[in-house]
């Protein structure tokens, strides 16, 4: 065990570990994967940093080189009936801010375009370590979203919000959106709109006040984009309940959504619920609201017809250019298509065009 390090469960009771074996560098819990790495460091200085720069210089990455998925915590607080995720992942453990940091300059400079913060709950980042500080630079950075998403704005890259709760402190991000620090879009789990169905969601039901937040969002920064995902059929949804949310949505015309039937999931409390809806209601529903959220996306999308606009370049093959605006997460979102002008173009560029026709969910242009 000598120059060692111990981590996992029994981190939480270091002097355990260390009362048997004395010669143990550095004890560490469970999911504490940069304290590991930093008692490593502290025992072994890295000339230069060899736990990153052993790796390739693009990193292990499953995603084109020009975008990366950036998580920063594990785990959530939440206990929504419909989800598993804190019986699998445990709480909230959100990894220190230079950590990230680290990791989301190390990508930038290997040549990544567009950093994607994922967790599974965004807006709550920090919030276990009481948003502590760690040194940066030359600063200190608070463990904290509004602090991140700002340092990460930084960097040169696109930055795109994923997970993100509709807290309070999330009106913070939107001046950084407005400044082109961070993209102006919100991927936020809505879910449902009458607050009967939430609360046997065991979720927040608030939605009249999100619909206030919205607009505050976009009186802020008109160019947001705000995407989300919704569930019908849940147990006991009557047709009061789904028109609520069919009246939501034409209310708060949002940008981007998804949808899902509800289906029972191992584990989920939710199967407990009395009132389980028909697979023929929940396919009903299920129709009506994506034939609402087309016809949102498609008037918002037909408006964007003539506007000059930025994107970045997905895909190029001999047909044309795939490519996204600030507006579309890759592979949930929609694309812009140029089959004209495209032959220097390549993956991971950034291109301004005029935007010439649209349909229900994606857009087309050229270069200018």
């Not at 550095?26 to 008692?39: I, R």
């Not at 991000?173 to 607050?195: C, K, N, R, S, T």
């Not at 409390?269 to 609201?289: G, T």
Request: aromatic residues 8%; contains cysteine; glycine residues 6%.
């Amino acid at each position: 065990m000598a120059g060692s390090s111990a981590p996992g469960a029994l981190g939480a009771e270091p002097e355990f570990i260390t009362g048997a074996h004395p010669r143990v560098l550095a004890v560490t819990g469970p999911q504490q994967y940069e304290s590991v790495l930093d008692a490593v460091h502290r025992a072994v200085p890295p000339v230069p940093d060899p736990f990153v720069d052993l790796l390739p210089a693009t990193g292990v990455k499953l995603t084109p080189r020009h975008y990366s998925y950036l998580k920063i915590s594990e785990g959530c607080n939440h206990k929504c009936k419909f989800c598993i995720i804190p019986d699998m992942r445990g709480r909230l453990v959100s990894r220190p801010a230079h950590a990230v940091l680290r990791e989301a300059e190390k990508l930038v400079e290997a040549g990544v375009r567009e950093l994607l913060v994922i967790s599974q709950d965004t807006s709550a980042y920090g919030l276990d370590r009481k948003h502590d500080t760690s040194p940066w630079k030359d600063r200190e950075v608070r463990a904290h979203l509004t602090d991140l998403a700002r340092e990460l704005g930084s960097l040169g890259a696109w930055v795109r919000l994923h997970y993100v709760y509709p807290y309070p402190h999330v009106r913070d991000l939107i001046p950084l959106m407005a400044e082109g620090l961070v993209l102006p879009y919100l991927d936020i789990p809505f879910q449902h709109a009458h607050p009967d169905t939430l609360r046997r969601m065991a979720r927040p039901a608030a939605a009249a006040r999100t619909l206030d937040e919205i607009a505050a969002w976009r009186s802020a920064c008109p160019e947001i984009a705000l995407r989300s995902t919704f569930i019908v059929g849940y147990p006991g949804e009557t047709e009061a309940e789904f028109q609520t949310l069919l009246d939501w949505l034409d209310a708060a015309q949002l940008d981007r959504v998804g949808c899902f039937q509800y289906e029972n999931v191992a584990g989920a409390r939710s199967n407990d619920l009395p009132d389980h809806l028909p697979a023929e209601v929940k396919q009903e529903r299920y129709d009506r609201f994506m034939e609402k959220a087309q016809a949102i996306s498609e008037a918002k999308l037909a408006a964007r017809v003539g506007q000059v606009i930025q994107v970045i370049v997905d895909e190029v093959d001999a047909e044309g250019a795939t490519c996204r605006t600030k507006a579309d997460a890759p592979e949930i979102d929609g694309n812009l298509f140029i089959d004209e002008g495209f032959e220097t173009l390549s993956p991971g560029d950034l291109v301004t065009v005029e935007v010439d026709e649209a349909g229900a969910y994606d857009l087309w242009g050229k270069p200018v």
